[in-house]
């Protein structure tokens, strides 16, 4: 069964700084998708960044990027540069059989 | 370009009374719909997805159904709402899988 854990409920960063969020997954699929959303206190979701398995390349936008291990099955999240608006839930998913799996969320504070 | 709307953005109903909750995708064609919810400070629950007309999947059993009355909206209904049933409601819509979801600004209801 495909599952995605968050092991890490909150954590914390100082504005500018650099934080890392984990995930990892469990999957028989070699073909798959991942995902990083965002919910800031509005609670609308916001898609942050995706990564394809059969690409070795980590995605990047802006500020935000991802450390994929496929044989690992780890997807983690750098924030850099870290910034108020930053302060959400941030949640993994996996994408297979073409249903979403998301993980339990990371919380995260970002300190002035 | 593509949009989801979601409504109402809050809702606060007695115990017993009915729920119905809608949300439609412009510009797009056939996309595949999701009910999702989401408890306080948890993580996302799937409820329903529709992949088309009348097509509906139900994947927790309990006191909603959905409906998909035309091609891109769709209905999250109750007849007797409990108030196990209050939580965050969002709904979403992908169309290709590989870009993921897109989410509406969510419906918070309270059940009193």
């Known amino acids: 069964a495909q599952t995605v854990t968050q092991s890490q409920p909150e954590m914390s960063v100082q504005e500018a700084e650099t934080v890392t969020l984990s995930c990892t997954y469990d999957t028989s699929e070699s073909d798959y998708y991942l995902f990083w959303y965002k919910q800031p206190p509005s609670r609308q979701m916001i898609l942050v960044i995706r990564q394809e398995a059969y690409k070795q390349q980590n995605a990047t936008e802006n500020r935000f990027s991802v450390n994929f291990q496929k044989a690992a099955k780890s997807f983690s999240l750098k924030i850099s540069d870290s910034q108020l608006g930053d302060a959400a839930m941030y949640f993994c998913a996996y994408i297979g059989g073409n249903q979403f799996y998301f993980g339990t969320g990371t919380s995260l504070t970002v300190i002035p | 370009s593509q949009t989801i709307h979601q409504w109402p953005a809050t809702l606060v109903q007695p115990v017993g009374s009915p729920l119905s909750l809608e949300c439609t995708v412009e510009g797009t064609s056939n996309p595949n719909l999701y009910w999702y919810r989401q408890a306080a400070g948890r993580g996302l629950q799937l409820l329903f997805y529709s992949v088309g007309i009348g097509q509906i999947s139900s994947e927790v059993p309990q006191n909603l159904s959905a409906s998909r009355p035309q091609d891109r909206q769709f209905i999250l209904s109750s007849k007797k709402l409990l108030l196990s049933d209050s939580g965050f409601y969002l709904c979403?819509?992908?169309?290709?899988?590989?870009?993921?979801?897109?989410f509406g600004s969510g419906t918070r209801l309270t059940v009193v």
């Open positions: 979403a819509w992908e169309r290709l899988v590989f870009y993921g979801y897109t």
